[in-house]
């Protein structure tokens, strides 16, 4: 299936702990983003990565850190995790950076952080 | 904030009917988007307006843009059960950055 695949979709840990989200399109795209939806349903992009090269990074706090192997994948960090950090993030895709694109979204993954 | 606001949060129809849901910006736009996420999913794309387009039509949605307002509205004619989910739109601002709100809650009775 060509698709926008998150692992794992669901994440309990507690706090403290340092945790990783996997993200892989095989899409053929350029761009990847990570998102976070918190409990109220609002969606805020975190990074953009285009070929690899960061190109967004709003204001996350540096114990998030993304990572892109290469431009399928992009893996996210979290370190010292806290509670506020409990939240569904959603990886996403888009063909470029061309401003006309539709972006593929991922089935999201639930961290729960206690 | 520089969020796209959806109105209204949660709407409530019956099957057959017409659905209108509101959106307003902040920023100055490239285009805006509307996506659709049903619960415990990922978001899908739903339609793309651009910054000189007035009005788009896809199937049986309806987007009108006004860029003068910085707002935009979504219509889903003949509303099925099948159409309730969360609808977001999403103005892609000048760094192309796709800013999302909290959505419109729709639900479709049978």
């Known amino acids: 299936d060509t698709a926008v695949s998150q692992t794992p979709k669901y994440l309990v840990t507690q706090m403290g702990n340092d945790k990783s989200i996997k993200c892989e399109q095989n899409?053929?795209?350029?761009?990847m983003y990570w998102y976070k939806q918190d409990s109220k349903k609002f969606l805020k992009i975190m990074f953009s990565?285009?070929?690899?090269?960061?190109?967004i990074n709003e204001t996350v706090p540096n114990r998030f850190s993304p990572k892109s192997p290469d431009k399928a994948h992009l893996n996210l960090h979290i370190n010292s995790l806290e509670l506020g950090d409990s939240a569904v993030y959603f990886c996403?895709?888009?063909?470029?950076?061309?401003?006309?694109?539709?972006?593929?979204f991922g089935p999201g993954t639930r961290l729960t952080v206690l | 904030s520089q969020q796209g606001e959806e109105d209204p949060q949660a709407l409530s129809i019956q099957e057959g009917e017409n659905a209108t849901m509101n959106c307003s910006y902040k920023t100055s736009i490239n285009n805006l988007q509307w996506y659709r996420q049903n619960s415990g999913r990922g978001l899908v794309h739903l339609i793309l307006?651009?910054?000189?387009?007035r009005e788009k039509h896809s199937g049986r949605l309806r987007v009108t843009l006004d860029t003068s307002k910085k707002s935009s509205s979504l219509l889903i004619t003949a509303s099925r059960a099948a159409d309730t989910a969360s609808y977001f739109c999403?103005?892609?601002?000048?760094?192309?950055?796709?800013?999302f709100g909290s959505g419109t809650r729709l639900l479709v009775r049978p």
């Open positions: 990565y285009n070929n690899k090269e960061l190109i």
């Open positions: 996403a895709s888009s063909p470029g950076g061309d401003a006309y694109n539709e972006q593929f």
């Open positions: 307006i651009r910054s000189n387009e």
């Open positions: 899409l053929g795209h350029d761009t």
């Open positions: 999403a103005p892609m601002d000048s760094s192309y950055k796709l800013i």
